[in-house]
Nanobody, 123 residues
Framework: QVQLVESGGGLVQAGGSLRLSCAAS????????MGWFRQAPGKEREFVAA????????YYADSVKGRFTISTDNAENTMYLQMNGLKPEDTAVYYC????????????????WGQGTQVTVSS
């Protein structure tokens, strides 16, 4: 099993920045890819970004491209999401996820999930 724990959420003004972290533990060798998803109130959970941990290709939703950067520190088994130029519409609970295959955009493709961290962007 793999355990994922997010941190770094909070309240920020529009235009500000936050960095989310996702610490993995357990059978981390089984994690080929990791991703970030988010869920705003009253909306379905949506894809934000994904990365292949060792080979490094990254993928982003159009809504965050150019503003968010996903990265990993494999020595620390940690994934990050640097969020710049935050907008009120970025307000959501952000979840990290992991899977044993290549990066995917659909949440059902991910086997492991964190508990989520709240990001609130005020206007």
């Amino acid at each position: 099993q793999v355990q994922l724990v997010e941190s770094g959420g909070g309240l920020v003004q529009a235009g500000g920045s936050l960095r989310l972290s996702c610490a993995a533990s357990g059978r981390t060798f089984s994690l080929y890819s990791m991703g970030w998803f988010r869920q705003a109130p009253g909306k379905e959970r949506e894809f934000v970004a994904a990365i292949a941990r060792t080979t490094g290709p990254t993928y982003y939703a159009d809504s965050v491209k150019g503003r968010f950067t996903i990265s990993t520190d494999n020595a620390e088994n940690t994934m990050y999401l640097q969020m710049n130029g935050l907008k009120p519409e970025d307000t959501a609970v952000y979840y990290c996820a992991g899977r044993s295959g290549p990066p995917r955009f659909l949440q059902r493709e991910y086997s492991y999930w964190g508990q989520g961290t709240q990001v609130t962007v005020s206007s």
